[in-house]
T-cell receptor, first 114, second 112 residues
Framework: GAGVSQSPRYKVAKRGQDVALRCDPI?????LFWYQQALGQGPEFLTY????????KSGLPSDRFFAERPEGSVSTLKIQRTQQEDSAVYLC????????????FGSGTRLTVV | KNEVEQSPQNLTAQEGEFITINCSYS?????LHWLQQHPGGGIVSLFM???GKKKHGRLIATINIQEKHSSLHITASHPRDSAVYIC??????????????FGKGTLLTVNP
């Protein structure tokens, strides 16, 4: 597609519910990133894929967070047993390669856990 | 201390004013990014630079590698420029150079 597409745009989850957030990157972009942005803060790194390989998941805040990109294109970020502190905007970005190339960001998914 | 610091945190200007947003970083970088985020919207990449100066329309970004400082300038500001402007660094740290470290952003409001 022309840009990075994220869905859903908004998600309200009850505490304890599992959620799945989808990112459809620009076709041909090798690198894919997930970031978490809390209200009033800058985005924080969650995880990085190069094609289908998850090369860095050091930013995932707990084992309730899981990300995959099985065919090297679409990626899903799953959060199990959501907690209130998971409420944030989840941003996906893709890049042609992994270094010194521009990033294209999606519009984000705003997750609210009630 | 954050690795990427922006100032000011909030900025209010009148239409037509020249605007400067500053970014200082304390880590080695391979590139410095300026990004724009509208309320409720996604992030748009404005500039990526590793030296010198870049210009796009009314936007100018400069970087001084020795001083570890970058500025984003907006000439002839307009209310549609109102947004959060974020500085982010691609770290020059070997295997982790793909990560972006973000500043907290500068909320710019341009009044008509």
């Amino acid at each position: 597609g022309a840009g990075v597409s994220q869905s859903p745009r908004y998600k309200v989850a009850k505490r304890g519910q599992d959620v799945a957030l989808r990112c459809d990157p620009i076709s041909g972009h090798v690198s894919l990133f997930w970031y978490q942005q809390a209200l009033g803060q800058g985005p924080e790194f969650l995880t990085y894929f190069q094609n289908e390989a998850q090369l860095d998941k050091s930013g995932l805040p707990s084992d309730r967070f899981f990300a995959e990109r099985p065919e090297g294109s679409v990626s899903t970020l799953k959060i199990q047993r959501t907690q209130q502190e998971d409420s944030a905007v989840y941003l996906c970005a893709s890049s042609l390669a992994h270094r010194n190339y521009g990033y294209t960001f999606g519009s984000g998914t705003r997750l609210t856990v009630v | 201390k954050n690795e990427v610091e922006q100032s000011p945190q909030n900025l209010t200007a009148q239409e037509g004013e020249f605007i400067t947003i500053n970014c200082s970083y304390s880590v080695g970088i391979s590139a410095l990014h300026w990004l724009q985020q509208h309320p409720g919207g996604g992030i748009v990449s404005l500039f990526m630079l590793s030296s010198g100066k870049k210009k796009h329309g009314r936007l100018i970004a400069t970087i001084n590698i020795q001083e570890k400082h970058s500025s984003l300038h907006i000439t002839a500001s307009h209310p549609r420029d109102s947004a959060v402007y974020i500085c982010a660094a691609s770290r020059d740290s070997g295997g982790s150079n793909y990560k972006l470290t973000f500043g907290k952003g500068t909320l710019l409001t341009v009044n008509p």
